[in-house]
């Protein structure tokens, strides 16, 4: 089991299969007592959840070690005000190439709080740290400037762009590991 990640102000709680079949399930209460957390009123919502997982339960339940690869929910506050912020995904373990993909979410109240720089800051130290990766990539929009402050202040640089399959071309970042 992978152990939580602790920034200044966050807990970065791992995902878990029980957790993610809750909140794809509408469940709640559940969600909330396996995070620990209260889940912001509108969060996460259906086109969170399908972005953060663009496979299947049933994929994720075939493979949930290698799915839900450094997952975490950004969980802010202390007992008993803890509350979910927001949440870090990697598109799965990372292939051969050793590139792992990271993206996350904000909820919108807690939006513009430096939460995501501090998440996706430690996020990114963590999978570097793990054997065989060898980069972490980010994409986002030329128009989203709160996703680019994130990916600059976390030290990525501009690698290529990539077409979205609806929305268009989307910028390609990655930090390297160090050699």
Request: with cysteine.
């Amino acid at each position: 089991m992978t152990t939580p990640l602790r920034t200044a102000r966050l807990e970065l709680v791992p995902m878990t299969l029980a957790m993610v079949e809750a909140v794809m399930l509408g469940r709640r209460e559940s969600s909330e007592h396996l995070a620990r957390a209260r889940m912001p009123e509108r969060w996460p919502n259906h086109e969170l959840i399908e972005r953060a997982f663009p496979v299947s339960l049933d994929d994720l339940r075939a493979e949930p070690a290698a799915r839900l690869w450094g997952a975490r929910v950004m969980v802010a506050g202390v007992e008993p005000d803890r509350r979910v912020v927001g949440s870090i995904v990697f598109h799965g373990r990372p292939a051969e190439d050793g590139v792992a993909e990271i993206a996350y979410g904000v909820e919108e109240g807690s939006q513009r709080q430096g939460y995501a720089t501090e998440a996706v800051t430690a996020c990114v130290d963590w999978a570097l740290a793990q054997p065989g990766v060898r980069a972490v990539q980010a994409t986002t929009f030329a128009w989203h400037h709160p996703s680019l402050r994130v990916i600059a202040n976390v030290g990525m640089v501009r690698v290529g762009e990539r077409e979205h399959e609806t929305l268009g071309e989307m910028i390609v970042f990655e930090r390297r590991v160090a050699l």
